[in-house]
């Protein structure tokens, strides 16, 4: 007798392995499951100090089903970053970890000046961080945890996921990754440390692009002056939500084969070479 399984499945058609589960799930949670990521046993450390662990639960349902209750806990808690499961003595237990900065450690390689033509951004090749878990003498640890561009979250300060995907000024500081040696969600931590630690700083803008190679680049904002391009965005008609690429693009010089691409303010050169082969005949590039 063939047993049937669920499991969550994103728009871009990915499946979620760790979302499997006995039991049907709702389009709602998966919604919610999906702005989670499983983290690998490289990035995590046992028996770490100094952690701080917002609550605790145990349960004897099985360890599918607290996953999901685990998760859902923390999707609601702004101070939760992560959770942590692990069975023991027959019974599944679940753990939920605040932002706190103790929590979590990230190492960078050495920075270089200039990006694009931009004289003053910071470039990195490579950043990695770590999360500190409670776990000593426990086996099958499960650690899983917010993507943090997709929430809210609170620590020092409360940094709220705002709908708007550009800015038209207030970037001070422009960080830059090379997309190989990092992920979306250390950038994002990295940053949020950063302007947590920067009394100037209100915010921070993200942009993933292909240019030279692929980076992930992020903007410290202060005071900034126009948020633009909302998800929520009607298109002209008034009929029905924008179906184009939000922004007027990036302008492309023909003389000097070049795009000029503002970032929150700051310009950057972007001549063909920095482009991939799909891209070197097109003339209306979106950052």
């Known amino acids: 007798m063939q047993t049937r399984r669920w499991r ?29 990521e499983t983290v690998p046993r490289s990035a995590f450390s046992l028996a770490a100090e100094d952690y701080v662990v917002l609550s605790s639960e145990t349960s004897h349902t099985a360890m599918e089903n607290q996953l999901r209750t685990c998760v859902s806990a923390c999707a609601q808690v702004q101070t939760c970053l992560y959770v942590v499961l692990y069975a023991e003595e027959g019974q599944s237990h679940c753990e939920l970890y605040s932002t706190d900065a103790a929590n979590m450690q990230c190492e960078t390689s050495e920075q270089t000046k200039g990006f694009l033509g931009n004289a003053g951004a910071d470039m990195f090749q490579n950043l990695s961080c770590s999360l500190k878990v409670n776990s000593a003498d426990r086996q099958n640890v499960t650690v899983i945890r917010k993507k ?31 997309a190989e040696g990092t992920t979306l969600t250390d950038v994002h931590r990295f940053c949020h440390d950063e302007c947590t630690r920067n009394t100037c700083c209100d915010g921070f803008v993200l942009n993933q692009n292909v240019l030279n190679g692929g980076t992930i680049m992020c903007g410290l904002l202060s005071y900034p002056d126009m948020l633009l391009c909302s998800e929520a965005d009607w298109d002209v008609s008034g009929l029905a939500k924008a179906n184009r690429i939000c922004g007027a693009g990036v302008t492309y010089n023909k003389l000097q084969k070049q795009f000029i691409f503002n970032f929150g303010g700051q310009d950057f050169t972007i001549t063909d070479t920095a482009l991939p082969a799909s891209s ?3 003339t209306d590039y979106q950052a």
């Not at 499946?15 to 389009?27: C, D, I, K, R």
């Open 280 to 282: 070197k005949n097109k």
């Open 148 to 178: 943090g561009h997709e929430f809210t979250t609170q620590a020092q300060k409360t940094f709220e996921r705002l709908s708007f995907r550009k800015v038209s000024s207030g970037v001070y500081r422009t960080m830059v990754f090379a």
């Open 8 to 36: 969550c499945v994103t728009s871009s058609g990915e499946q979620l392995e760790w979302t499997t589960t006995g039991q049907p799930l709702s389009e709602g949670e998966c919604s919610v499951l999906e702005r989670f």
